[in-house]
Every structure is written in C-alpha cells, then in structure tokens.
C-alpha cells in the first residue's frame, strides 16, 4: 500500500465542490433507496443447528442460520501465512514471549525440511527474532506477486517481491522477504491458534496489494472502478490502478488509490469509486445492524468548505509517528450507497449499525461504546489505527498484538462473547514468501497486467463475468476463527478466501443470497470446518496485550 502523510485536503476546485455537494445530500432515504438490492439465492449453513424461536424473536435480534449472532472481523494489513505460522505449532523460546504447544496440538501446511535449508529461492528462510519485530515493507503488486509464484514454482520472491532498498533492520542480509515469525514475537496470534480454530487454506482472493483486499472482504467484485481526476472527472485511461478500462473509463482495479467519496483523500491526485453492490447494501436491505469501525475516522479539524481533515496520529513501537487513518483502507468509502463523505459522526449511540447520518462508518471508539452500551451491530468490520495494523514498513507485530488483544479481551469480556464469531484475517501479503502456489480458480489475460505463466497470461479459461485482471486466488494468508461455537485446537485445510466472510454473513443473515455481478462469493468456500456446533465452550481466552500470553 502506499502511507501517505496526514495533511489537509488539497484539492482542485470542481473536486471539492463535488465532494462537498456529497456531504451536503447524503441521507438517510436516498442511502436507503439506494441500498435496495434483490440477489438470487444459493447455499446454506446446513450443519448449524436453529436457534429455539423464542430466540429468533427477540426484539432487534434478525433471525439467523446458526447460534452466531454477531460476527466481528478484524482486518489487519499485509501478511502472509508463512510469515506468521510457517513453523506453527513449534517456536524457537530464545526470545520474546514462550509458547509451549499443548501435546495434540496440530501442525500446518508450512515451512521445513528442504523448504528452511535448500529453499527453490535466492535464500532460506530465516526466523525474525523478537527484537525485530520492526521491518521495512515489501513489494506486494497485482504482476509482482504473480512473477514470484513463476508458473507454479514458487521460486522468485526475492527478484519480484522483496524489497531491494530494504534497510530496517540495517544488520539484515538480504532476501528479507523469505523471513519470517513464530510464537515468540506473533504470541497472541498463536494462543489463539491453539484455543480456537484456523486455517491454513486461506487466500487473497486475487493478486494484489491492499485496496483489491479489502473490496474483496465486502464485495467480491474489483470490477466498476472508475480512476477519476482532481476536477472530479473520469480518467478514460488506465492511471495504473484500473485494468482493461472501457470508454468511459471504467474497469477493474488492480492497485491502491485512495477512495473518490471520502473527504480525507487525497483528492490532489487521482482517486477511484467503484459501482455495483457491496454486502453492506444487502444486509441494509435486510434490516440486518452493520458498521465498519476505523481508527482516525473522526476528523480532527474542518476546512472552511465543510472538507474533514483526518489528522490524528500514534507512535509505534519505533518512535515513528503514523497516521491513524489511511483512506484506502476504507472500501465502503469507494460506493456512493455505502459512503459518509464528510466522516459524521452518528447522532447517538442508538445510530450504530443503523441508517443514520454515519451511513454505518464510524470511528473505531464507536465500535467500543457499542459494546459496552449493548448495542453492537449484527456485522462488524473493525480497522485498526495504522501504527497497530500490522503493515511492515510503519506497524509491527508487536504493536498488532496489543490492539488484537485489547480487543478479543473486550468482547469475550462482554454479554456478547456467547452468541459471537470474531475472525482475525489480512488483506494482503505484502509480499512476503509463501510456499503454497495459490490455487487459481480465476483466469485473467491482460498483456499489460498478467504475468503467472507467461506474459499476458495468468491461468487458463474463462473470467468470471468476463471481467480481466481479476486473477486469484492471491497468495496464501492467516485466517483464525474465535468463537464459543468454534473448533478446539484445531487446523481446517478446506479451501476459502476472503469472500467465504462475505458467504458467511449471506448464508446466516440473507437466507443465502449472493451479491451477483460476477461476485467471487459464488465460488467461496464454506467457513464450516472452522466449527462445532455441538460443543460450544463459552470459556474466553483472555491474554496479556503486551506479552500475548494467557492471564492465568
């Protein structure tokens, strides 16, 4: 992804004009109008038991598919599965925090034998201590990530995805991108692992950085980007970030670029909005509660125009001062239906997950004063401040497992932790080395983009609704699943991506219906291998923030 600085708004006049006329008429019936969707239906959560209809019928409660009322998504930035659990469940216990895997404890899909010795790659594998915990970021583009798969063999990170100029930590060698993590440095990650479920079939539904990762989580469609200019016009060219465009401009987004209808953009360079529907318009449709949550939503000052300004900042464990809020990280902020442009606050507690004037986008703090109030959405997207999520470059593990932790410990602490799911999952990569070629469900042939097996080639056949540049899946990612109804101790091996949440939250809430549109939720896999409906353990797992260690 690309970090810029925070700054105000600097933008071109016709721009701002538009996107104050934004602010200015978004409601709550034209949002609501808007939102309307009719999908077909297909598939279902079948070995879920119902809920007794007693349940179903209390008030403000929708009815569901299975005991799970509440789902929580923590969507953290820029890892791949073998950069955290590569050699889960065994830790070196040199540094950092101890882990000490139970005995029956089961081992993943990752690194070893040849793979941590005489690796097809330019360098082995090697483990990051806890002390460096702070790294710099690694290349993570749609044709630089198909490079380093190389047709399947898996054998060209260093050239095509590592980062050359790398120099944090100086004393590093190169081939950084090879590294990785285990369970003393990603503690909190790996408790979890061992309490509740994971999975180490999980994908990046297509190739690329964290933009196409996170429209994927909500819609499963990169397709209806439009690039549009700094006096608010389309681009009727590809600005590098939209693929295959028509002649208005509209194609499919492949890169990062900060989203049209938010006023905290970048609105100096290009930006982008997309068309088409998100989850969010299906569950509006439904009466079903929901809210992205994002810390550095709430502006910290105004331009005279009404314009927010989204300044507020933490410091990582580094020093390094970073900006909370990071617009391209926010995808419901790309569709006018599902946008709030001028960052409004609701008008009450009451708002949350509700039509309002937030149009169900918040600050994360509000995600908090819902739990604690008793009035948390349905469905809940939470975005952590940039210092705490994750990304290499200006986050880290070890500032990630603070905010994971301080926030796992509040929901298993409240009246909700009975009836909720939290998954804790990644929008991308980074680039970091995975050893498991990606199963490519999705073909796409662009000349300009492509480049798995061959130039202008990645797989073999016939897109999904015809659209190009969508190939997937995108390289492997950690996903775990922690809920009173999930599995013990378990690893699931079925094959999912990042819109089996989206065919979750259809099949549980929307009776099964589907997005449509050439929506990769069609082709999801089932989250079902992740639970056990049969045996709920409502015990929380309570961990130390900063070590990641259970409080016994």
């Given amino acids: 992804m690309r970090l810029a600085a925070a700054r105000p708004l600097v933008a071109a006049a016709a721009s701002i004009m538009l996107l104050s006329a934004a602010v200015l008429t978004t409601s709550a019936a034209s949002r609501t109008a808007s939102s309307r969707a009719d999908g077909d239906g297909s598939g279902r959560l079948a070995s879920a038991p119902r809920l007794a209809s007693g349940s179903d019928r209390l008030a403000g409660v929708p009815r569901t598919a299975t005991p799970i009322k509440h789902l929580v998504v923590l969507f953290q930035e820029n890892v791949s599965f073998d950069h955290y659990f590569g050699t889960y469940p065994q830790a070196a216990n040199t540094d950092g925090s101890p882990f000490h895997a139970r005995p029956g404890t089961p081992g993943v899909n990752g690194l070893s034998g040849a793979l941590l010795t005489r690796n097809p790659n330019q360098y082995n594998p090697r483990r990051l201590s806890h002390s460096q915990a702070l790294t710099c970021d690694q290349e993570h583009l749609y044709t630089a990530e198909q490079k380093a798969y190389d047709a399947g063999l898996v054998d060209r990170f260093v050239q095509y995805t590592g980062n050359s100029s790398c120099s944090a930590p100086a004393a590093r060698p190169p081939g950084l991108v090879m590294d990785y993590f285990d369970g003393n440095t990603v503690t909190a990650l790996w408790n979890y692992a061992q309490r509740f479920a994971m999975s180490d079939n999980f994908y990046d539904t297509e190739f690329g950085p964290s933009t196409p990762g996170a429209l994927d989580l909500i819609s499963g469609n990169l397709h209806g980007a439009t690039g549009m200019s700094p006096a608010g016009k389309p681009v009727l060219t590809d600005p590098g970030i939209i693929g295959s465009p028509d002649a208005h401009g509209t194609g499919t987004d492949y890169g990062d670029q900060d989203p049209f209808y938010d006023g905290c953009s970048d609105h100096s360079g290009t930006t982008f909005r997309m068309t088409g529907r998100n989850i969010g318009n299906l569950l509006n449709a439904r009466g079903v509660s929901w809210g992205w949550f994002e810390g550095g939503f709430t502006p910290t000052a105004r331009t005279p125009r009404g314009i927010p300004v989204c300044g507020a900042t933490h410091r990582n464990i580094g020093g390094e001062v970073i900006p909370d809020y990071i617009p391209h990280h926010e995808p419901f902020q790309y569709y006018r239906s599902t946008a709030n442009p001028g960052h409004l606050p609701p008008a009450s507690l009451a708002e949350v997950g509700h039509p309002g004037r937030a149009n169900h986008s918040y600050d994360l703090s509000w995600f908090f004063r819902a739990l604690r109030g008793g009035n948390m959405p349905a469905v809940s997207f939470l975005k952590a401040p940039g210092y705490a999520d994750g990304h290499a470059g200006y986050s880290d593990p070890l500032d990630e497992q603070r905010y994971l932790a301080s926030t796992v410990n509040a929901i298993e602490r409240s009246r909700y932790w009975r009836s909720t799911a939290i998954v804790i999952t990644y929008d991308d ?76 939250i259809e099949d549980n809430w929307l009776g099964g219906q589907r997005i449509g549109g050439g929506s990769f939720d069609r082709l999801a896999g089932s989250l079902d291998g992740l639970l056990d409906w049969r045996r709920p353990d409502f015990t929380p797992l309570i961990l130390k923030p900063v070590t990641g260690e259970p409080v016994r």
């Fill in 429 to 504: 990569s980074d680039g970091w080395y995975d050893h498991v070629m990606p199963p490519i469900v999705n073909p796409s042939a662009d000349p300009v983009t492509d480049a798995l097996n061959g130039p202008g080639a990645c797989g073999h056949g016939t897109p999904l609704g015809g659209y190009a540049d969508r190939c997937g899946h995108g390289p492997r990612l950690p996903f775990l699943l922690l809920s009173p109804y999930a599995r013990v101790n378990a690893v699931d091996s079925t094959l999912i991506d990042q819109t089996s949440v989206i065919a979750f």
